[in-house]
Nanobody, 115 residues
Framework: QVQLVESGGGLVQPGGSLRLSCAAS????????MAWYRQAPGKEREWVTT???????DYADSVKGRFTISRDNAKNTVYLQMSDLKPEDTAVYFC?????????WGQGTQVTVSS
């Protein structure tokens, strides 16, 4: 059983920054890719970014250059550094792990970008 717990969300003004954290049970983040998704009100959940075992990352075009994913294997934690936030970044952000043909999700953390 994999457990993921997100934290770090909140209310931020446009142009501001936030860092989200995803704490994982066990040591899975060092052996599988980890990802962040988000779901805005009334919209489907969308992929934001993935970090591979080797540490390389891919980003959705909408966040490229503004968001950075990283991980600390010793802490079993994945981070999402978000900068230059825009109102359209408002969403619930979810951490994702795909292991043994199954998706695991955290409970999500709300990010609201508003003045």
């Amino acid at each position: 059983q994999v457990q993921l717990v997100e934290s770090g969300g909140g209310l931020v003004q446009p142009g501001g920054s936030l860092r989200l954290s995803c704490a994982a049970s066990g040591s899975i983040i060092s052996i599988i890719p980890m990802a962040w998704y988000r779901q805005a009100p009334g919209k489907e959940r969308e992929w934001v970014t993935t970090i591979t075992i080797g540490g390389s990352a891919d980003y959705a075009d909408s966040v490229k250059g503004r968001f950075t994913i990283s991980r600390d294997n010793a802490k079993n934690t994945v981070y999402l550094q978000m900068s230059d936030l825009k109102p359209e970044d408002t969403a619930v952000y979810f951490c994702n792990a795909y292991l043994l043909n199954r998706d695991y999700w955290g409970q999500g953390t709300q990010v609201t970008v508003s003045s």
